[in-house]
Protein backbone atom coordinates (compact mmCIF):
# COMPACT_ATOMS: atom_id res chain seq x y z
CA UNK A 1 0.00 0.00 0.00
CA UNK A 2 1.47 3.85 -1.20
CA UNK A 3 0.98 5.62 2.42
CA UNK A 4 1.71 8.58 0.06
CA UNK A 5 -1.46 8.53 -1.98
CA UNK A 6 -4.69 9.96 0.08
CA UNK A 7 -8.48 9.21 -0.59
CA UNK A 8 -10.30 11.17 -2.33
CA UNK A 9 -14.06 12.07 -0.42
CA UNK A 10 -16.55 13.65 -2.08
CA UNK A 11 -20.01 14.55 -1.10
CA UNK A 12 -22.21 14.36 -4.59
CA UNK A 13 -23.57 17.85 -4.01
CA UNK A 14 -21.43 20.95 -2.50
CA UNK A 15 -24.22 24.27 -2.23
CA UNK A 16 -21.54 27.42 -2.30
CA UNK A 17 -22.31 30.93 -1.09
CA UNK A 18 -19.85 33.47 -1.16
CA UNK A 19 -17.07 30.98 -2.28
CA UNK A 20 -17.49 28.83 0.82
CA UNK A 21 -19.39 25.60 1.14
CA UNK A 22 -22.89 26.25 2.63
CA UNK A 23 -24.26 23.00 2.49
CA UNK A 24 -23.06 19.12 1.17
CA UNK A 25 -25.51 16.78 0.30
CA UNK A 26 -25.38 12.88 -0.83
CA UNK A 27 -27.80 10.85 -2.94
CA UNK A 28 -28.88 7.52 -2.23
CA UNK A 29 -30.68 4.67 -4.72
CA UNK A 30 -32.91 2.82 -2.28
CA UNK A 31 -35.97 3.84 -0.38
CA UNK A 32 -35.52 4.78 3.09
CA UNK A 33 -36.17 2.11 6.39
CA UNK A 34 -39.46 2.28 7.17
CA UNK A 35 -38.97 4.53 10.19
CA UNK A 36 -37.43 7.05 7.75
CA UNK A 37 -34.48 7.13 9.52
CA UNK A 38 -30.89 7.24 8.22
CA UNK A 39 -28.34 4.33 8.30
CA UNK A 40 -25.81 4.89 10.96
CA UNK A 41 -23.07 4.70 7.53
CA UNK A 42 -24.87 7.16 6.04
CA UNK A 43 -24.62 9.46 8.93
CA UNK A 44 -21.04 8.72 9.58
CA UNK A 45 -20.51 9.71 6.12
CA UNK A 46 -22.20 12.72 6.29
CA UNK A 47 -20.64 13.61 9.44
CA UNK A 48 -16.71 13.03 7.73
CA UNK A 49 -18.02 15.39 3.98
CA UNK A 50 -18.95 17.67 6.79
CA UNK A 51 -15.44 17.17 8.90
CA UNK A 52 -13.66 17.56 6.05
CA UNK A 53 -15.60 20.50 4.05
CA UNK A 54 -16.47 22.52 6.72
CA UNK A 55 -20.44 22.67 6.22
CA UNK A 56 -22.55 22.41 9.04
CA UNK A 57 -25.53 21.27 7.10
CA UNK A 58 -25.41 18.03 5.26
CA UNK A 59 -28.51 15.97 3.59
CA UNK A 60 -28.99 12.80 2.73
CA UNK A 61 -31.47 12.61 -0.57
CA UNK A 62 -33.07 8.76 -1.12
CA UNK A 63 -34.77 8.03 -4.16
CA UNK A 64 -38.21 6.62 -3.69
CA UNK A 65 -42.06 6.81 -4.58
CA UNK A 66 -43.29 8.14 -1.41
CA UNK A 67 -43.55 11.43 0.65
CA UNK A 68 -41.90 11.82 3.49
CA UNK A 69 -41.55 14.63 5.71
CA UNK A 70 -38.10 16.53 5.98
CA UNK A 71 -35.94 15.14 8.82
CA UNK A 72 -33.46 16.90 10.77
CA UNK A 73 -31.06 15.19 12.97
CA UNK A 74 -28.28 17.35 15.15
CA UNK A 75 -24.81 15.80 14.84
CA UNK A 76 -21.71 16.72 17.33
CA UNK A 77 -20.31 19.62 16.40
CA UNK A 78 -23.21 22.00 15.48
CA UNK A 79 -23.37 19.80 12.49
CA UNK A 80 -27.46 19.35 11.26
CA UNK A 81 -28.20 16.05 9.07
CA UNK A 82 -31.31 16.75 7.18
CA UNK A 83 -32.81 13.70 5.61
CA UNK A 84 -35.05 14.32 2.00
CA UNK A 85 -36.79 12.19 -0.02
CA UNK A 86 -37.35 12.55 -4.06
CA UNK A 87 -40.05 10.70 -5.05
CA UNK A 88 -39.67 9.09 -8.58
CA UNK A 89 -43.08 8.14 -8.55
CA UNK A 90 -44.45 10.27 -11.91
CA UNK A 91 -46.43 9.73 -15.08
CA UNK A 92 -45.50 12.39 -16.96
CA UNK A 93 -42.56 14.67 -17.61
CA UNK A 94 -44.87 17.12 -16.33
CA UNK A 95 -46.14 15.22 -13.18
CA UNK A 96 -41.75 15.30 -12.97
CA UNK A 97 -40.84 18.78 -13.14
CA UNK A 98 -43.98 19.00 -10.41
CA UNK A 99 -42.10 16.81 -8.19
CA UNK A 100 -38.69 18.47 -8.78
CA UNK A 101 -40.31 21.96 -8.21
CA UNK A 102 -41.59 20.95 -5.19
CA UNK A 103 -38.21 19.00 -4.01
CA UNK A 104 -36.27 21.59 -4.74
CA UNK A 105 -38.69 24.55 -2.81
CA UNK A 106 -38.52 22.02 0.45
CA UNK A 107 -34.53 22.33 0.55
Given at each position: ????????????????????????????????????????????????????????????????????????????????????????????????????????KGI
Amino acid sequence: MDMGKKLAVTPDIELVSNNTIAAIADTKYKEIDADDNPLSGHAMHMYSYSSITKAKKCMLIYAGINDIEKKEYPLIEGITLYILQFNLACGSKQEFDMSCSKFTKGI
